[in-house]
């Protein structure tokens, strides 16, 4: 079955840079879109940032352009997430997401404190 599973080191300082993972399984990663989301506390989910299958094709949230990057391994079946210039704001429940057959998936999320 499909299955997402996010990590991350956690708490990072405003400014700082952490990068999550998303490890996949049970569908043929490469071939299809990732995406990752994030739902701040008392807000709804959120899409941050996009990747197609292959690698030259990303799309972002304008809160997040030109300090988060998205990027796949393909050969490892990994999904990553490259945050930098980090803001309290950012903080959230950060999630890995795809669609197979029809049907979003999602990973458990990781969380993502930002503070002093």
């Known amino acids: 079955q499909v299955q997402l599973q996010e990590s991350g080191p956690g708490l990072v300082k405003p400014g700082g840079s952490l990068r999550l993972s998303c490890a996949a399984s049970?569908?043929?990663?490469?071939?299809?879109?990732m995406s990752w989301y994030r739902r701040a506390p008392g807000k709804e989910r959120e899409f941050i940032a996009g990747?197609?299958?292959?690698?030259?094709?990303?799309n972002y949230a304008d809160s997040v352009k030109d300090r988060f990057t998205i990027s796949r391994d393909n050969a490892t079946k990994t999904l990553y997430l490259q945050m930098n210039s980090l803001k309290p704001e950012d903080t959230a429940l950060y999630y890995c997401?795809?669609?197979?057959?029809?049907?979003?998936?999602w990973g458990q999320g990781t969380q993502v404190p930002v503070s002093s």
């Open positions: 997401s795809t669609n197979v057959g029809g049907l979003n998936y």
């Open positions: 049970g569908f043929a990663f490469s071939l299809r879109p």
């Open positions: 990747i197609d299958i292959f690698r030259a094709d990303t």
